[in-house]
């Protein structure tokens, strides 16, 4: 099938991340990912999905959007957000036309992308949330820094923070790329896996890592007086931290 994709889910929820945190959102959650991280809670992503067109998905988000559209309440972006998450969305070409046709057709359209693939090609539209991989996530060798000047104002990238040595490592990225010039910045803290999303194919935490409590990280922002936005996943307080399709 031409113009499709494999889509593992699409479903109308809050945004629990980034500076558009609390915001209604379609999530449009692609399958496939390149990388295993550690902390990765959701590996059922990696392979369960259906092939959609394009036609199709865009007519699910026009459905979820339409009580919004009618609403007649003005905000300064339009509501609800879409999310292309994973998985890694950027792994199948067709979320490119996807996007443009999200922007052409009126959404604000976030990408949440691992910053392990080319960034440079996405519609210029569309705000880009991307990491930069610390080294508890095992895959901080597949860090793309050929991405960092593709990135706008209109950008954020995001450091999952789960031990003391991410802390370090993301502090030295900050002030060695001067990257809070270039965009905001997320500190996300890791929420711990219940045991059935430990799955077998995710990297391990690599040896002699401590791991830092939420508080420990606040304390540490403040006392260094970082110039970032400490953030929790927002929907696994809200809902049970392993529950899907929110």
């Known amino acids: 099938m031409s113009e499709s994709l494999v889509v593992n889910e699409i479903y109308l929820s809050l945004q629990g991340e980034s500076t558009f945190a609390g915001l209604p959102c379609v999530f449009i959650r692609l399958t496939g990912c390149n990388l295993r991280c550690s902390y990765c809670d959701t590996a059922y992503a990696f392979t369960e999905g259906k092939r959609r067109s394009l036609d199709e998905i865009l007519a699910e988000v026009e459905r979820s959007a339409k009580r919004f559209q009618v609403s007649g309440f ?102 060695t790329h001067r990257l809070a010039a270039i965009c905001p910045l997320l500190f996300s803290w890791v929420t711990p896996l219940q045991p059935h999303q430990q799955d077998k194919v995710l990297k391990p935490v690599p040896a002699g890592q401590t791991p830092i409590a939420r508080l420990d990280l606040v304390e540490r922002i403040i006392a260094d007086a970082l110039p970032v936005r400490f953030q929790l996943q927002m929907h696994k307080v809200v809902w049970a931290p392993d529950q899907r399709g929110v």
């Open 74 to 175: 003005s905000t300064p972006h339009n509501l609800p957000l879409v999310e292309l998450t994973g998985g890694e969305p950027l792994l199948q070409p067709n979320s490119q036309p996807l996007m443009k046709r999200l922007c052409d057709a009126g959404f604000t359209v976030l990408l949440e992308t691992s910053g392990a693939l080319d960034i440079g090609l996405v519609d210029a539209r569309v705000r880009r949330i991307m990491d930069l991989k610390c080294p508890s996530s095992g895959e901080v060798e597949r860090n793309r820094w050929e991405n960092l000047p593709h990135l706008r104002a209109t950008d954020e990238i995001k450091f999952v923070i789960g031990t003391v040595e991410d802390y370090a490592w993301a502090k030295e990225q900050i002030a």
